[in-house]
T-cell receptor, first 119, second 112 residues
Framework: GAVVSQHPSWVICKSGTSVKIECRSL??????MFWYRQFPKQSLMLMAT?????????EQGVEKDKFLINHASLTLSTLTVTSAHPEDSSFYIC???????????????FGPGTRLLVL | AQTVTQSQPEMSVQEAETVTLSCTYD???????LFWYKQPPSRQMILVIR??????QNATENRFSVNFQKAAKSFSLKISDSQLGDTAMYFC?????????FGGGTRLMVKP
């Protein structure tokens, strides 16, 4: 149990276009979802936290108009990188926390990540 | 503010031997959770083990165990009978409040 999927696993796009990444909790209700960014050989950097049905809370330095987050249901959150530029190229990882096997837990379960390359 | 420090950027161990990864943390919260996550070359973050701060007993999961020293704010991971598949980045993480804070990671190489 507690499986999180991400789609797409990798994407290449032209500068100026927008890219949407989906994060789904497959077998549990995710009351809270998190979006991270990871640069090569570095740790995870939290970008934003979203609770189902509410606006996302962004970390300091993360542009909310550039990284649009939607958490419209208990199983789906989306991250849209608007007007992407080469400096947005990175590995984006989502995680989810919520009701697993009937119990609300504190553990975050991670998706497999999405590699974004902006040309 | 909460911090997590992993002082060993890289480590190596021979297959079948035991290795211990260090982690120290700091938080002003009384209730918190500690985790070790593994990130293999596939980059999928995998939960290895977790520890509730209110529990005195050290968590164990098969070959993985922790040494949780609450007063010293230390949370080390011991991997017994190391296997080639254990080669990965290992991240220590602290959850206090709504935030999960990661350490900088330790790259573990298991040698045949």
């Amino acid at each position: 149990g507690a499986v999180v999927s991400q789609h797409p696993s990798w994407v290449i796009c032209k500068s100026g276009t927008s890219v949407k990444i989906e994060c789904r909790s497959l077998d549990f209700q995710a009351t809270t979802m998190f979006w991270y960014r990871q640069f090569p050989k570095q740790s995870l950097m939290l970008m934003a936290t979203s609770n189902e049905g509410s606006k996302a809370t962004y970390e300091q330095g993360v542009e909310k108009d550039k990284f649009l987050i939607n958490h419209a249901s208990l199983t789906l959150s989306t991250l849209t990188v608007t007007s992407a530029h080469p400096e947005d190229s990175s590995f984006y990882i989502c995680s989810a926390r919520g009701l697993v096997a009937g119990v609300f837990g504190e553990t975050q379960y991670f998706g497999p990540g999405t590699r974004l390359l902006v040309l | 503010a909460q911090t997590v420090t992993q002082s060993q950027p890289e480590m190596s161990v021979q297959e079948a031997e035991t290795v211990t990864l260090s982690c120290t943390y700091d938080t002003s919260e009384n209730n918190y959770y500690l985790f070790w996550y593994k990130q293999p070359p596939s980059r999928q973050m995998i939960l290895v083990i977790r520890q509730e701060a209110y529990k005195q007993q050290n968590a164990t999961e098969n070959r993985f165990s922790v040494n949780f020293q609450k007063a010293a704010k230390s949370f080390s991971l011991k991997i017994s009978d190391s296997q080639l598949g254990d080669t990965a980045m290992y991240f220590c993480a602290l959850k206090a409040g709504n935030m999960l804070t990661f350490g900088g990671g330790t790259r573990l190489m298991v040698k045949p």
